[in-house]
Nanobody, 119 residues
Framework: VQLQASGGGMVQAGGSLRLSCAAS????????FGWYRQAPGKERERVAA???????NYADAVKGRFTISRDNTKNTGYLQMNSLKPEDTAVYYC??????????????WGQGTLVTVSS
């Protein structure tokens, strides 16, 4: 199972971006999608996460601005980011926990996608 993250880019403060995280391979179910970010010189932090039953949680810094969602038919998770701030600038990573055909449980990371917010 592999994850492919996309959707990063450069945007002005106040703008929006939507990140996608597509799982491919022998995916049976994805129990949780998670989005993390790492800014230069800082540790990676969790931004948002969901579970297959619909529960979500967000870092305080993004509550009310970011929304995590998923399309189970496409094995894809999304992170809608609105009202972006310069401090949101970071490399964003997605993570998926689930189970696959013939592979059992998996815990995989996607490659990062860079989000740059200019003031």
């Amino acid at each position: 199972v592999q994850l492919q993250a996309s959707g990063g880019g450069m945007v002005q403060a106040g703008g929006s971006l939507r990140l996608s995280c597509a799982a491919s391979g022998s995916v049976y179910s994805i129990n949780s999608f998670g989005w993390y970010r790492q800014a230069p010189g800082k540790e990676r932090e969790r931004v948002a996460a969901d579970t297959v039953n619909g529960s979500t949680n967000y870092a305080d810094a993004v509550k009310g601005r970011f929304t995590i969602s998923r399309d189970n038919t496409k094995n894809t998770g999304y992170l809608q980011m609105n009202s972006l701030k310069p401090e949101d600038t970071a490399v964003y990573y997605c993570k998926a926990l689930g189970s696959g055909y013939g592979v059992g449980a998996f815990h995989v990371w996607g490659q990062g996608t860079l989000v740059t917010v200019s003031s």
